[in-house]
């Protein structure tokens, strides 16, 4: 379950059924809580035909892929989208799952140890880089996380001649604090950030990007905004509480 700003909006791509497209503006007052506009669109439903629900990628896909992060609820996502394109997939988290999934190759580790990440990245061809401590988390675990850790996985898969590294980024690196038009990759990241989990998620940003073409292995950083959909435990849970 994947969603991505859409001309304001959120898209909710459904694994069955439906895309739903809804423009949910969120009004800043005085106090820290945030309202729904009343008056914003009403959600809508359109029915997703079979040829595009069922159509397989068409790029060339990695034989053997790992997942960091893999038993959260992006990297679940992602972990199942490449089973069912017919990938070796290796999930690399701090804490063990999958054990009815024989197809998934299950490492348990931490990515601030440069051992533990060595050993996870060896055969390895893409990368997706998914894991992060929650935002409430203090400081240090931030840094140590994103950063650190980070790094160490990059110098690892480099070292052992992974091709792509994909790392999931924040929307929030850009943000300044009040409503942005037009934002894409070129606006800058403001030099003063709003919280540690976005400070250390643009420090990480920045080393992903400088490390593209070391060794020939080629980087790239996404910056998803609004996830949610089933077994989502932290967007839109929050999002009706407030």
């Given at each position: 379950?994947?969603?991505?700003?859409?001309?304001?909006?959120?898209?909710?791509?459904?694994?069955?059924?439906?895309?739903?497209?809804?423009?949910?503006?969120?009004?800043?007052?005085?106090?820290?809580?945030?309202?729904l506009d009343p008056k914003a669109p009403v959600p809508t439903l359109v029915?997703?035909?079979?040829?595009v629900l069922h159509r397989r990628l068409k790029y060339k896909l990695?034989?053997?892929?790992?997942?960091?992060g893999g038993n959260g609820f992006v990297g679940r996502r992602i972990v199942s989208m490449l089973l069912e394109q017919g990938c070796e997939v290796t999930v690399f988290d701090i804490s063990s799952g999958f054990q009815n999934?024989?197809?998934?190759?299950?490492?348990?580790?931490?990515?601030?140890?440069?051992?533990?990440?060595?050993?996870?990245?060896?055969?390895?061809?893409?990368?997706?880089?998914?894991a992060a401590?929650?935002?409430?988390?203090?400081?240090?675990?931030?840094?140590a996380v994103n950063v650190t850790g980070t790094q160490n996985l990059l110098q690892a898969s480099a070292a052992a001649g992974v091709k792509k590294f994909?790392?999931?980024s924040s929307a929030s690196v850009i943000y300044e604090g009040k409503d942005q038009s037009g934002a894409d990759e070129t606006t800058p990241i403001p030099t003063a950030s709003l919280d540690s989990y976005t400070k250390t998620k643009a420090e990480?940003?920045?080393?992903?990007?400088?490390?593209?073409?070391?060794?020939?292995?080629?980087?790239?950083?996404?910056?998803?905004?609004?996830?949610?959909?089933?077994?989502?435990?932290?967007?839109?849970?929050?999002?009706?509480?407030?």
């Open positions: 379950m994947l969603c991505a700003g859409l001309a304001g909006g959120l898209l909710l791509l459904h694994p069955i059924l439906t895309i739903i497209i809804t423009t949910l503006q969120i009004k800043s007052s005085s106090s820290s809580s945030t309202k029915e997703v035909p079979d040829e990695p034989k053997k892929a790992m997942v960091t999934e024989p197809r998934v190759k299950m490492m348990v580790g931490n990515l601030v140890d440069p051992n533990d990440v060595a050993k996870a990245v060896q055969g390895i061809e893409v990368v997706y880089h998914v401590p929650h935002a409430s988390h203090p400081p240090a675990v931030q840094y994909v790392f999931t990480a940003e920045a080393l992903v990007l400088a490390a593209n073409g070391q060794k020939g292995m080629l980087t790239a950083a996404i910056r998803p905004h609004g996830i949610f959909g089933p077994g989502d435990r932290q967007f839109f849970p929050v999002l009706v509480e407030s």
